[in-house]
């Protein structure tokens, strides 16, 4: 165990279903991140929330939509799918203190697929 | 453009083979460049931060080493428990110290 659980593990959703997928980190982290890992790519950082702010948002498409309510809690709310968008949501999450070592730890992440 | 290359993409050694996997990098400013092990189904695993050319760490059968264009992930006389994928990642100073550009993955199989 690293500290970083999520919730559900894996999700089978219809392109105009809502959800949304839970990141809880046990850490004492300031900072949280999702990650997309898709098949023969490397992971893809999606977001990254700094002490609950959004720092970075790599181009993602509006359909997922991040919450960040504490340091501790991260949300991942999806809407009107595509089946592209099947993958492993990974969430992570680091201590950062603007110097030397910003080692993020990951969640088992969530399977998702988009039928 | 930050990249960072790993080879070979998959790895087959017999148990007690030792080999090496290999981890180049093109990035503006590193701050630290780090492995991970990833088994099937489940998040990456944190193995070693490494930070500046010739620096190593080691852990049981695993050894890291860094130059200034690449890493090497060292396995000696693996197991068959050492199969996983082991991820390269470097961490830049460029456009934020929280950002990690990833690679691919080496996809290692160790067979009894």
């Known amino acids: 165990e690293t500290g970083v659980t999520q919730t559900p593990r894996h999700l089978v959703m219809g392109m105009t279903n809502k959800k949304s997928l839970k990141c809880e980190q046990h850490?004492?982290?300031?900072?949280m991140y999702w990650y997309k890992q898709s098949a023969k790519k490397p992971l893809e950082l999606m977001f990254v929330?700094?002490?609950?702010?959004?720092?970075e948002n790599n181009s993602v498409p509006s359909r997922f939509s991040p919450e960040c309510p504490n340091s501790s809690h991260l949300f991942l709310h999806l809407h009107t799918l595509q089946p592209e968008d099947s993958a492993l949501y990974l969430c992570?999450?680091?201590?950062?203190?603007?110097?030397?070592?910003?080692?993020?730890?990951f969640g088992p992440g969530t399977r998702l697929l988009v039928l | 453009e930050d990249q960072v290359t790993q080879s070979p993409e998959a790895l087959r050694l017999q148990e007690g083979e030792s080999s090496s996997l290999n981890c180049s990098y093109t990035?503006?400013?590193?701050?630290?460049l780090f492995w991970y092990r990833q088994d099937p189904g489940k998040g990456p695993e944190f193995l070693f931060t490494l930070y500046s050319a010739g620096e190593e760490k080691e852990k049981e059968r695993l050894k890291a080493t860094l130059t200034k264009k690449e890493s090497f992930l060292h396995i000696t006389a693996p197991k068959p428990e050492d199969s996983a994928t082991y991820l390269c990642a470097v961490q830049t100073s460029q456009g934020g110290s929280e950002k990690l550009v990833f690679g691919k993955g080496t996809k290692l199989t160790v067979n009894p």
């Open positions: 990035v503006s400013g590193l701050r630290g």
């Open positions: 850490l004492g982290h300031n900072a």
């Open positions: 929330y700094n002490f609950k702010e959004q720092t």
């Open positions: 992570a999450s680091s201590q950062v203190e603007g110097h030397g070592e910003e080692t993020q730890y």
